[in-house]
C-alpha cells in the first residue's frame, strides 16, 4: 500500500512540481503518570518536524503530525493505534514508552503494514520489518556498565530490580557481563512497583557486601530506594550503578547526599559535548525554556523523526517497502548522542553509550564514552534480512 498522502487540492511549488503532504503519528503520554516522559517524547517531535519542515520537508512538501494522548494508559495505545492507521492514514507511527505499550501497538502495525518507531529504552529483542528501535536495549548499556564498574569497584555484584521484564531481563545480562568481566552475582531481590520501603533489602545488602548494586527500580521507586540506601550510610562503601537513573529526571529531585558519585550509562545525557547536541538544547531551549533537563527518550524520538525523514527523502517515496529499504541501507545521523544509525537485520541503532556521574548540582560528569556501541543481542538473535517474516521479542534462554 503506497500511503503517499496527496492533498485534495494539489498546491504548486515553484517550478509546478506538486504538492504532497507525509503525515505522521504521535502517540505519547501526555498526562497520567508517564507524562514525565511522554511530554518530552512529544516536545521533540514536534521540534523535529519543525526542523525539517523549515528546511524543505519531506519529498520537497511539510511534514503533518496527528497527536494523540495516551493518558498512561495501555488500552489508549490499541485504540489512538488503530485511529492513526485506519482513519488518519499516517505513513509512520512515532509511540510509546514502556514495552508494555510497544508491545500493543507491534501486532496492529504489522497487520497493517505501517512503519513503527519506538523511541524509548527497554530491555530488548524486539524483532519485527515494521519496527524500528532508537532507545538503547539493555545488553548495549550493561555490556560497557558492567566492565566498567567490576574495574572500579571490584568484582561482588548486587542486583536491585523492579519485578518485570525491564527488570528481570536487565538482571540476565547482568549475571552474563559479570561471568564474561570475572564478576560475581552475590545476591539479588526482585520487587513489586509497590514498594516504598527497601530497609529488607538494604539489610540484604549489608549481608551480602558487594562491591556495587545495580540499581534499576523505576521514577518514584528509584529515589525513594536511593535516599534510603544513603540514609544508611552504604554509599561510603558501596557504589551504585544503573541503566535507568535519570531517565526521568531523577537527579533533580534526589538529595545531593543520595545523587552525588550514582554512576549511570544511557544513550544521551544532556551534558554530552559535541556541537550537534549543543544546536539540539539551543533549539529546545528556545522552543521550551530550560526548566528541566532533557531526557534520553527525548533525543531517541528527536533521532526516529530525523531519521525517518532522511530514508523518504533517499526512497523518493513514503512507501514503507521503499524506506525500510532505505533505513536497512547503512543511513546515518549526525544526532545529539553522536552519529547513529540502524543495524539492517536487527533494526537497533549502534549508538554511543556514556557513562555518567551524578554531581552534587543534580547533574551529571561524563567520565567514559563507548563509541558506536551495536546491539550485540539482537543482531544475534535477529536477521531480518534474511528472514523478514519474523515477528517476535527475543528473550534471553532459560527466561
Same mark, same amino acid.
Request: hydrophobic fraction near 45%; charged fraction near 15%.
Given at each position: 500500500?503506497?500511503?503517499?498522502?496527496?492533498?485534495?487540492?494539489?498546491?504548486?511549488?515553484?517550478?509546478?512540481?506538486?504538492?504532497?503532504?507525509?503525515?505522521?503519528?504521535?502517540?505519547?503520554?501526555?498526562?497520567?503518570?508517564?507524562?514525565?516522559?511522554?511530554?518530552?517524547?512529544?516536545?521533540?517531535?514536534?521540534?523535529?518536524?519543525? *526542523?525539517?519542515?523549515? =528546511?524543505?520537508?519531506?519529498?520537497?512538501?511539510?511534514?503533518?503530525?496527528? +497527536?494523540?494522548?495516551?493518558?498512561?494508559?495501555?488500552?489508549?495505545?490499541?485504540?489512538?493505534?488503530?485511529?492513526?492507521?485506519?482513519?488518519?492514514?499516517?505513513?509512520?507511527?512515532?509511540?510509546?514508552?514502556? +514495552?508494555?505499550?510497544?508491545?500493543?501497538?507491534?501486532?496492529?502495525?504489522?497487520?497493517?503494514?505501517?512503519?513503527?518507531?519506538?523511541?524509548?529504552?527497554?530491555?530488548?529483542?524486539?524483532?519485527?520489518?515494521?519496527?524500528?528501535?532508537?532507545?538503547?536495549?539493555?545488553?548495549?548499556?550493561?555490556?560497557?556498565?558492567?566492565?566498567?564498574?567490576?574495574?572500579?569497584?571490584?568484582?561482588?555484584?548486587?542486583?536491585?530490580?523492579?519485578?518485570?521484564?525491564?527488570?528481570?531481563?536487565?538482571?540476565?545480562?547482568?549475571?552474563?557481563?559479570?561471568? *564474561?568481566?570475572?564478576?560475581? @552475582? @552475590?545476591?539479588?531481590?526482585?520487587? =513489586?512497583?509497590? @514498594?516504598?520501603?527497601?530497609?529488607?533489602?538494604?539489610?540484604?545488602?549489608?549481608?551480602?557486601?558487594?562491591?556495587?548494586?545495580?540499581?534499576?527500580?523505576?521514577? =518514584?521507586?528509584?529515589?525513594?530506594?536511593?535516599?534510603?540506601?544513603?540514609?544508611?550510610?552504604?554509599?561510603?562503601?558501596?557504589?551504585?550503578?544503573?541503566?535507568?537513573?535519570?531517565?526521568?529526571?531523577?537527579?533533580?529531585?534526589?538529595?545531593?547526599?543520595?545523587?552525588?558519585?550514582?554512576?549511570?550509562?544511557?544513550?544521551?545525557?544532556?551534558?554530552?559535548?559535541?556541537?550537534?547536541?549543543?544546536?539540539?538544547?539551543?533549539?529546545?531551549?528556545?522552543?521550551?525554556?530550560?526548566?528541566?533537563?532533557?531526557?534520553?527518550?527525548?533525543?531517541?524520538?528527536?533521532?526516529?523523526?530525523?531519521?525517518?525523514?532522511?530514508?523518504?527523502?533517499?526512497?523518493?517515496?513514503?512507501?514503507?517497502?521503499?524506506?525500510?529499504?532505505?533505513?536497512?541501507?547503512?543511513?546515518?545521523?549526525?544526532?545529539?548522542?553522536?552519529?547513529?544509525?540502524?543495524?539492517?537485520?536487527?533494526?537497533?541503532?549502534? *549508538?554511543?553509550?556514556?557513562?555518567?556521574?551524578?554531581?552534587?548540582?543534580?547533574?551529571?560528569?561524563?567520565?567514559?564514552?563507548?563509541?558506536?556501541?551495536?546491539?550485540?543481542?539482537?543482531?544475534?538473535?535477529?536477521?531480518?534480512?534474511?528472514?523478514?517474516?519474523?515477528?517476535?521479542?527475543?528473550?534471553?534462554?532459560?527466561?
Amino acid at each position: 500500500m503506497n500511503k503517499l498522502i496527496v492533498a485534495a487540492s494539489l498546491a504548486i511549488f515553484a517550478g509546478g512540481s506538486a504538492f504532497a503532504e507525509t503525515k505522521i503519528g504521535a502517540i505519547f503520554d501526555l498526562t497520567g503518570g508517564l507524562n514525565i516522559y511522554g511530554i518530552q517524547q512529544n516536545n521533540a517531535l514536534e521540534l523535529a518536524v519543525e *526542523q525539517i519542515n523549515a =528546511a524543505g520537508g519531506v519529498l520537497g512538501a511539510p511534514i503533518s503530525v496527528v +497527536s494523540y494522548d495516551a493518558q498512561s494508559e495501555l488500552t489508549k495505545y490499541t485504540q489512538f493505534t488503530t485511529t492513526a492507521i485506519l482513519r488518519d492514514d499516517v505513513d509512520a507511527l512515532f509511540a510509546g514508552l514502556t +514495552s508494555s505499550s510497544r508491545e500493543a501497538i507491534r501486532p496492529i502495525v504489522q497487520a497493517n503494514n505501517v512503519l513503527y518507531f519506538y523511541p524509548s529504552l527497554y530491555e530488548g529483542g524486539a524483532c519485527d520489518k515494521q519496527t524500528f528501535v532508537t532507545g538503547s536495549s539493555a545488553s548495549q548499556q550493561l555490556d560497557v556498565l558492567i566492565e566498567w564498574a567490576i574495574q572500579k569497584y571490584g568484582p561482588k555484584i548486587y542486583i536491585m530490580a523492579p519485578d518485570y521484564n525491564f527488570g528481570t531481563i536487565s538482571a540476565h545480562w547482568v549475571h552474563e557481563y559479570a561471568k *564474561q568481566y570475572g564478576g560475581e @552475582v @552475590v545476591g539479588e531481590d526482585f520487587l =513489586a512497583l509497590t @514498594v516504598t520501603d527497601y530497609a529488607p533489602t538494604i539489610q540484604k545488602i549489608q549481608q551480602s557486601a558487594p562491591d556495587f548494586v545495580v540499581a534499576l527500580p523505576v521514577g =518514584a521507586n528509584q529515589t525513594g530506594f536511593l535516599e534510603q540506601f544513603a540514609a544508611a550510610g552504604l554509599k561510603e562503601s558501596i557504589g551504585v550503578v544503573s541503566t535507568n537513573y535519570g531517565s526521568g529526571n531523577q537527579q533533580v529531585v534526589v538529595s545531593p547526599a543520595a545523587g552525588e558519585g550514582l554512576i549511570a550509562s544511557q544513550g544521551y545525557f544532556q551534558v554530552v559535548d559535541n556541537p550537534a547536541n549543543a544546536a539540539f538544547v539551543a533549539a529546545w531551549t528556545a522552543k521550551y525554556g530550560s526548566s528541566e533537563p532533557i531526557v534520553s527518550v527525548a533525543v531517541d524520538t528527536w533521532n526516529a523523526v530525523h531519521l525517518w525523514a532522511a530514508a523518504v527523502n533517499q526512497a523518493g517515496s513514503a512507501d514503507i517497502a521503499a524506506v525500510t529499504a532505505a533505513l536497512e541501507s547503512g543511513l546515518t545521523f549526525e544526532a545529539p548522542n553522536g552519529t547513529v544509525g540502524f543495524e539492517p537485520g536487527s533494526h537497533h541503532l549502534r *549508538q554511543n553509550i556514556y557513562i555518567v556521574e551524578g554531581d552534587a548540582n543534580h547533574s551529571f560528569t561524563v567520565v567514559e564514552t563507548f563509541d558506536a556501541v551495536a546491539p550485540a543481542y539482537e543482531n544475534a538473535m535477529c536477521d531480518l534480512i534474511k528472514d523478514p517474516a519474523i515477528a517476535t521479542q527475543f528473550t534471553p534462554e532459560g527466561m
